[in-house]
């Protein structure tokens, strides 16, 4: 199976338990997200990829998304409490 370089395979691989944290912003205002994705990335996704599957993040996003949260859908990062919660639940995200 093909990763595209997110994953590396080779004898005596081992994996860390917990997954590493992003901490990240991807889109930090209205015009950004916008520009980011119908400017920037979609002019650089080679087709011949695109028809292969990878590069789909955005495939749901148009020209009317709103990349705006409302203060009362965000919550406090406790990194402690989100790597406690990765190590007892690996796959699933943590609860808002």
Known sequence: ??????SVEFAGKRVYPIPFLLKH???SSQDHGLRKIF????????LEERAAGWHIQYDLINQNTSFIVCAEQLRLFDE???KTHLLCHPLKPPLK
């Open 1 to 6: 199976m093909c990763s595209g370089g997110h």
């Open 39 to 46: 400017k920037e990335w979609y002019t650089r996704f080679d």
């Open 80 to 82: 402690n409490a989100t």
């Open 25 to 27: 912003c991807p889109v």
